[in-house]
């Protein structure tokens, strides 16, 4: 990667972390810029503002994440036990970030939602877009399970995906408030209740992938 | 009231409104200020800083969102239907605010917890105690709902109150993200799911009041 390559990224990853620290209306150009060790003037070679920046964050945040999303929902595995590793792998996440930041930093998308959503149609736009694709991805999974019966028949594979996503933005909300990513182990209880799968002898068929009947 | 109560009033409801619209750190006390229409002198002699001034304006939401919360859980019909009187009621409180602030507001405590939880330990520290206030109120209901035999037996009060409180925040963070109070239609099919209440005969015999057998 050359030098200009170099720049950019320092950059974005100073950008990333003051973000995820102090939110984005806190910050400017010139703290970025001194946080990357890069000079103001180069800023805007890259960037034409601090929100073009900031829509550049959360891309490359989502490109990493739906990466990551995609790998486990999209595996071999029962549906049920990807979801469950797909709550697992958050935790570990929150829980890296807490080691790196030394606090739970949480979502960036819930973090900025809740920042920015009256202030930055842009922002918030994109915002809309990404957890309406993290639904999509847990819907996915959630109807697979329903149509090999690891599911209560009646459930709304919508509604119940968009629940989880919610349940994991407040969950999230919980780790960050009590710096505690340990709020998050109850994601998996909570979606089988959700999901309607209420007796421990089918949730492990359902993990272990044996079929009903 | 006199006009020094009169002053500190007018410098709360601006606080407030705006720490709504645009957050706690964008603020400075000169704008608060200007937006109560009070001089910058008055302000210190109520608050000794924009820190006190932001603990005293969650405290007093705490005071009159809580009196409603009590109001709405400890009435006289069957537990669950004064749970979701509560998921209505803040529906209604969302959907006000959108007309008030041209924008759904979304929750104080939740926006001032992902925007200040690793910054301001003591907001931090209030925060914490007002959201467990919220899980013990909201568990206090569903233990008379699952005594009187409402819930599936083996609901763990605890954990389902808090997971309630957190599907709360999520959704209240989707209703801001999309300006629709509407997304907190779905809190109460969610809750009936986590408590373990599948059959519609059996939801309309627990708003009804009536006892199982």
Known sequence: MGRVGQARDKIL?????????????ALGVAEICAAAGVPKGSFY???QSKQALALTVIDEHWT??????TELLGGDGPPLRRLRDLFE????????????NGAVVGCLFGNLALELSSQDGDIQGRLQQIFNEQIDL???VVTEARDRGDTAAAVD???????????????VLFAKLLN???QLEAMWRNCLALLGVTDP?????????ARPE
């Open 89 to 100: 792998a958050t935790e570990t996440v929150q829980r890296s970030g807490q080691q790196d």
């Open 138 to 140: 847990i819907e996915q």
């Open 157 to 171: 594979v919508r509604d119940a995906a968009r629940s989880i996503v919610a349940q994991l933005e407040g969950r």
């Open 201 to 209: 002898g089918r949730t492990r068929e359902v993990l272990a992938g």
């Open 180 to 182: 505690d990513p340990g």
């Open 45 to 47: 070679h890259f960037f």
């Open 13 to 25: 990853i100073a950008a990333r972390t003051l973000i995820a620290q102090r939110g984005y209306t």
């Open 64 to 69: 990493a994440q739906r990466a990551q999303w």
